[in-house]
């Protein structure tokens, strides 16, 4: 076996290591607060029952802890083949994460809808080296160029609005980051900018004429609704917690920027709308097929398959038991 990110293995450790240091810990504090609690009566059988328990919930806490970061280093077990095209076909999509994508206008929101969209369209790339930009008022590359698209899929399930600390929206910043994933000129290269197209920073018209000079099509999707709507904020727990408003106290509202994503689609690549049908999804597939030379001869190959899901599964399994194990085993006082 071998693992995708392997430096996760320190946190596993880390994990196994709390729950062999802080269960006796735990055990000791949950009998000294009994004690003072019960005084001398605190000090039988109940006692030792309430230590136990509480080191054993420790335990729990810390194996699931280390079976998560197990679940990030992804674990590589077993193969399966799948189609790789020689074309040298190389793919990366950009996600805007600004706060804009929280709106619901499409649902369950922007975001979530983005995310989709581009789970959908890495079905259709099967074979094609794809990478990940995230964006707002600044870009970064969340997962580089990789024809393991089980990595991308792992962060697309993580996108949150306003998860780049930069406010506002670039598009031009977005796709400079995008140019710099590709190695040397070969081969079809392509963005694909899943974005409301609301910009606030840099200039789509600049970036545009980069991408083209450089030879690469840009696909923008417009995510979002023409009217306006408002703009759903949420606390440190994800709660909801109002709308987005401006200095003024007036309710700030946003909406699909159809035009800014034309620019930046230019003459090489085109502009779609999402839609609940997903076409532009196999329309953007096809084109990029086409423009790495066709569907071409594929060649099979064995890749390694990432077995995260049982090490989450299980982590999920022990915190539910963590939070249904009562620190004190119930007992009924018989009436006198």
Excluded: C
Excluded at 273 to 292: K, N
């Amino acid at each position: 076996m071998t693992f995708l990110d392997p430096i996760w293995l320190w946190a596993a450790l880390a994990g196994l290591v709390l729950a062999l240091a802080a269960a006796p810990w735990a055990a000791r504090r949950a009998r000294a607060r009994r004690a003072a609690f019960a005084g001398p009566a605190g000090q039988g059988p109940l006692a030792a029952d309430v230590a136990v328990r509480a080191g054993r919930r420790w335990r729990l806490r810390g194996a699931a802890l280390a079976l998560m970061a197990l679940a990030l280093a992804g674990p590589l077990y077993g193969e399966r083949q799948v189609t790789v095209r020689p074309t040298g076909a190389e793919v990366v999509i950009a996600i805007d994460t600004s706060l804009s994508m929280a709106a619901t206008d499409v649902k369950p929101s922007r975001l979530v809808r983005a995310s989709h969209l581009a789970a959908a369209l890495m079905e259709r790339l099967e074979g094609y080296r794809v990478g990940l930009v995230v964006f707002s008022g600044a870009a970064f590359p969340a997962v580089p160029l990789t024809e393991d698209h089980g990595a991308v899929r792992l962060y697309l399930d993580a996108l949150a609005p306003g998860m780049v600390p930069r406010p506002g929206s670039s598009l031009e910043a977005a796709l400079a980051e995008a140019e710099r994933m590709f190695g040397p000129a070969g081969g079809g290269r392509a963005v694909v900018i899943l974005s409301d197209g609301e910009t606030t920073l840099g200039s789509a018209d600049k970036a545009a004429g980069r991408a083209a000079d450089a030879g690469i099509a840009v696909y923008a999707v417009g995510v979002g609704a023409a009217a306006g709507v408002p703009i759903p904020l949420t606390d440190d727990k994800g709660r909801f917690a109002g709308y987005k408003r401006a200095a003024s106290g007036a309710l700030v509202t946003t909406r699909l920027e159809a035009d800014a994503l034309k620019a930046l689609a230019g003459v090489d690549g085109a502009y779609f709308e999402s839609t609940l049908e997903g076409d532009e999804v196999d329309a953007i597939a096809r084109r990029i097929a086409a423009q790495a030379g066709g569907e071409g001869e594929a060649t099979p190959r064995a890749r390694r398959e990432n077995r995260y899901q049982w090490p989450l599964l299980l982590a999920l399994l022990l915190l539910a038991a963590d939070l249904a194990w009562p620190l004190a085993r119930r007992r009924t006082v018989a009436a006198a």
